[in-house]
């Protein structure tokens, strides 16, 4: 059986964090102080863990509304993504007839 590459790890650094999700970067910087992101240091910068960052966007709630009112998730509804398996909420998708 043949092995499926793994990808990689998506890191950004604290800016594009902080655009791509609507919020300051001081509430990343103090996110990574409590430790709720995962991150890595690479030449005295932070890059964070893309996935901890969507996950963490998920469970905080002030965050979630920056998120979809200024950050990438102000554009979902434009997606119209039609695939129940990559839904994020699939009851709310009307199957085609």
Request: hydrophobic share 40%.
């Amino acid at each position: 059986m043949e092995k499926i590459p793994m990808p990689l790890d998506v890191r950004v650094s604290i800016g594009e964090a902080s655009r791509l999700f609507g919020i300051h970067a001081r509430t990343i910087r103090r996110a990574i102080a409590l430790g709720e992101l995962r991150y890595i240091v690479v030449r005295g910068r932070y890059k964070v863990h893309f996935g901890s960052l969507v996950a963490w966007s998920q469970r905080t709630a002030t965050v979630r509304n920056k998120r979809d009112a200024k950050g990438i998730g102000q554009w979902v509804d434009q997606w119209k993504i039609s695939n129940t398996k990559f839904s994020p909420h699939p009851p709310s998708i009307t199957k085609k007839k």
